[in-house]
């Protein structure tokens, strides 16, 4: 028995299958039979290019670079968000130790 191996797509190519399917009018199954994907997955990048449409961050990862962009800085605020918290709490324990 041979293990398939998972493949990878970036977002370029996710948003290409999106604009074949919605722009050219083409069915998912047929593009997914053409291409070789999972409906599964087509399906939840044509999920994911609509809800970043509409301005909300969707449930995968992000298609558009805009998107990628705001999920990044999200993220480095939660740490820097974070690092502020840690540092207060350490400052608050330093100042009862120097009375």
């Not at 999972?38 to 999920?47: F, S």
């Not at 909300?56 to 999920?71: E, S």
């Not at 605020?77 to 350490?90: F, I, P, S």
């Amino acid at each position: 028995m041979t293990k398939s191996t998972r493949r990878v797509f970036d977002a370029s190519f996710k948003l290409q299958v999106v604009q074949m399917i919605r722009v050219q009018g083409l069915h998912i199954g047929q593009v997914c039979r053409d291409m070789r994907l999972g409906e599964t997955a087509v399906r939840r990048w044509l999920a994911q290019a609509g809800a970043e449409q509409l301005g909300q961050p969707g449930i995968g990862k992000p298609l558009t670079a805009g998107h990628q962009r705001i999920r990044q800085l999200q993220a480095e605020n939660e740490q820097l968000r974070g690092d502020v918290d840690t540092l207060k709490k350490a400052s608050a324990f330093f100042a009862r130790e120097l009375r």
